[in-house]
């Protein structure tokens, strides 16, 4: 249900900021408001506190971000508090950020090694990736697992490239222990 609402409000806010030619602005201030309230976990359970009613938490919406968010913002929170749905904000806002990212044609990576890369390696690994790739641009996470023992692993979405060496030894571990040995 939740990854319905998500779509829902996620489809129309999209949906919005295309008609009203402000995609990237409405993007950047889902991205900073995601932010807020991810630091600020209070507050949601606050908006989420089924003692509050529907005027209060509009006006408690209103108090923290009415002055710097645009209406069409303003507007996605005040739908969610009618309709009950506020404490899915997040979720929304994920969604929302998916989606604006494929339309711009972003890449979200994720780069996991055994040692941490210098400069010039995450430059190829980026400029292969844009190479290979539908992307205009990609917005790589490294990160550093000293499990891997050597290799990269690549996570694109859905997608993993797995070219570690852990990956290799454990391969050839399942290879190994479906060999018999006659006696």
């Known amino acids: 249900m939740a990854k319905l609402v998500s779509k829902v409000y996620g489809d129309a806010l999209f949906s919005l900021a ?18 807020i309230l991810e630091e600020n976990p209070e507050f949601l359970s606050v908006l989420c506190h089924p003692e509050m009613t529907q005027e209060k938490k509009t006006s408690a ?12 913002i303003m507007g996605l929170l005040n739908i969610m ?10 979720s929304v806002l994920d969604y929302f950020d998916v989606q604006v990212k494929e339309y711009l044609k972003i890449g979200v990576v994720e ?20 190479e290979v790739s539908e ?12 499990s891997l023992l050597g290799g990269i692993v690549i996570r694109i979405g859905n997608r993993v490239l797995d070219n570690s060496i852990r990956s290799k ?5 399942r290879e190994l222990s479906k060999v018999k040995l006659s006696s």
């Open 18 to 35: 295309l008609e009203e030619n402000k995609l990237e602005s409405i993007w950047k201030e889902s991205v900073l408001m995601k932010q």
């Open 61 to 72: 919406l209103l108090d923290v971000f009415g002055q710097d968010v645009s209406k069409e």
């Open 81 to 90: 508090v009618k309709k009950g749905r506020i404490g899915e904000i997040n």
């Open 111 to 130: 780069v996991s090694t055994p040692m941490p890369l210098s400069e010039d390696q995450k430059k190829q690994i980026e400029n292969k990736l844009l």
């Open 135 to 146: 992307y205009e641009t990609v917005s790589v996470d490294y990160q550093v697992d000293e």
């Open 169 to 173: 030894l454990d391969t050839m571990a």
